[in-house]
């Protein structure tokens, strides 16, 4: 773990840094911007995105870029924006695009409860960056 975190500051060339929330939801696809986390309403998304292909409860699926369920939407029992979970399907943005990071708030990958190869999960209190390492690019962002 310590080598991965190692090579991640001399990818990003810090060791000391920080990424807001903002700057997080800017990683997010342009329509995307719009929606306000406990904000929004179901009726403004689905405005802008259209219906979602899947409803599960208060979860709210829809494809992206040949991706069956790429971004994930979640609302609370009053139908306010609660989540976002987005994973990019074609071109991954470079990992430099997230800036400067506290290299501290970066984790290996947990599936099941273990370290899933060689994925990160940088964490913030708004939300999360699913980083790879090898391609120096980011899988997927969740705003919380």
Known sequence: M????????LILG???AFA???KIKTLLPSPLHSFELHKSKISE????LGPAELKEKQAHYWSRGGLKYALKITFDNDGVLKSIDYTFTEKWPELKKLGKIDIK???PYPLNGKSAGRFLLYKEKEGEVLIDPVTKTIQSVKLL
């Open 14 to 16: 810090t060791q000391q």
């Open 45 to 48: 998304v689905e405005k802008e």
């Open 105 to 107: 708030k970066i984790v």
């Open 20 to 22: 807001s929330s903002e």
């Open 2 to 9: 310590r080598c991965l975190l190692i090579i991640l500051s």
